[in-house]
């Protein structure tokens, strides 16, 4: 009793498993707000972290509600610390339900009609936006995840102006008409993608406008590859 109420008073090892009805317990965020440790849950739920008695530990994740939890004495016995995690229940997706009947948050009556709808990147930004005093915002304050969720937004629209580009002009183009080697095709995509002001010209309406550009681009960025493989 002695030594455990001293290992206690101490940073300590909590080992533990997320138990949830789906079984999709992975990636779970776990917080130590006292300490300012954090870590995610790995395969089945497992996870550990540092702690004392005392401490605060939060459990969140986007598809389920977030736990708030005190750590006690007990918690770090040999047995593992259960974390039931429920999933959010205003968290309704689209569900299809055949090839003609579509049931979404909107025409339940859960949100607006015509809501501006939110990429997943988007929504998770919104879920720890500046200014509503919640603890997910608390999660994102401490640990910095804003800035990540940030970072993955700006990937996300990237990833998708180069889908845009390439199904706009075809493989085909990009390969016979502008010379990229089938091997730099992907390479060639980011190239344009890191590029603001030619990002802004291949929003225009106009196809002629847009080849020129992507000719100008092709063109330097063959200078970047191997003299052997662009011939």
Known sequence: MVSQFVVSQNDSIIKGKIVVETNINEAVTIVNISNKTNTNSGNSG???IKAKVNDTLIFSALPYDVIQL??????FGPDLLFVKMSPRSKLIEEVLISNATVITPENLGLVPKNQKRYTVAERRIKSGEVGKVSIGALINLI???DKELKKNLETEKKEM???KILNEFGEEYFIKTLKIPA???KGFLFYISEDKAAVEILKSEDKTIK??????LATAYLKTIPKEISK
């Open 70 to 75: 005190r750590v006690t004495a007990k918690d």
């Open 183 to 185: 091997m730099y095709l």
């Open 161 to 163: 102006f180069q889908e």
């Open 46 to 48: 497992y996870f550990e």
């Open 143 to 145: 640990t910095g995840y």
């Open 211 to 216: 080849m020129f550009q992507l000719s100008d």
